[in-house]
């Protein structure tokens, strides 16, 4: 079965920092996406950034970016510069091509202080 | 473009009511529909999904239902709820073909007393 861990619970970083938080995953398919959501106080989810499985690119949106090791099945995203409006509970999710649904970690809680 | 929208906001039911909560989406057809729940500081859990009309997956058996009557309308019901029912509850649509991005409804926050 397809399992994603996040191992940090709890992250914080300082206004216009840089923090990474961490993914790893578990799985035997070779072709899949991966994900990284971000749930602020009002419980929204957000689609932050994904990344194709096949694409050796590491994927960058604006601030957030990720570092993509397919071999290691580990999944970081970075977020630079650090806002406030970055607090949030960031979860990592995974799933393999088709109608499948996505199998997420239990989330990391970011803190950002000012 | 789509959107997704969940009612009720948020749900106040006594132990031992009935329940439904309906998702829907706009600007898409054919959608695969997704039911999650999230306990107080956890992660999700899917309940459901269905990739087509009267589809309907089931992950975890236990005193909770989903029906699409419709192709857009995705609704979760329980007879009689328990206090354990209690958490938010995500809807959430993907394409069915050419697309693999999952995206969610505002939520339903549900508390069994």
């Known amino acids: 079965a397809q399992t994603v861990t996040q191992s940090q619970p709890e992250m914080s970083v300082q206004e216009a920092e840089t923090v990474t938080l961490s993914c790893t995953y578990d799985?035997?398919?070779?072709?899949?996406?991966l994900f990284w959501y971000k749930q602020p106080p009002s419980r929204q989810m957000i689609l932050v950034i994904r990344?194709?499985?096949?694409?050796?690119q590491n994927a960058t949106e604006n601030r957030f970016s990720v570092n993509f090791q397919k071999a290691a099945k580990s999944f970081s995203l970075k977020i630079s510069d650090s806002q406030l409006g970055d607090a949030a509970m960031y979860f990592c999710a995974y799933r393999v091509s088709g109608n499948t649904p996505l199998v997420f970690g239990k989330g990391t809680r970011l803190s950002v202080i000012a | 473009s789509q959107t997704i929208h969940q009612w009720p906001a948020t749900l106040v039911q006594p132990v031992g009511s009935p329940l439904s909560l309906e998702c829907t989406v706009e600007?898409?057809?054919?959608?695969?529909l997704y039911w999650y729940r999230q306990a107080a500081g956890r992660g999700l859990q899917l309940l459901f999904y269905?990739?087509?009309?009267?589809?309907i997956s089931s992950e975890v058996p236990q005193n909770l239902s989903a029906s699409r009557p419709q192709d857009r309308q995705f609704i979760l019901s329980s007879k009689k709820l328990l206090l354990s029912d209690s958490g938010f509850y995500l809807c959430?649509?993907?394409?069915?073909?050419?697309?693999?991005?999952?995206?969610f409804g505002p939520g339903t926050r549900l508390t069994v007393t």
């Open positions: 600007g898409t057809s054919n959608p695969n």
């Open positions: 799985t035997s398919e070779s072709d899949y996406y």
């Open positions: 269905s990739v087509g009309i009267g589809q």
């Open positions: 990344q194709e499985a096949y694409k050796q």
């Open positions: 959430a649509w993907k394409r069915s073909f050419g697309s693999y991005e999952q995206y």
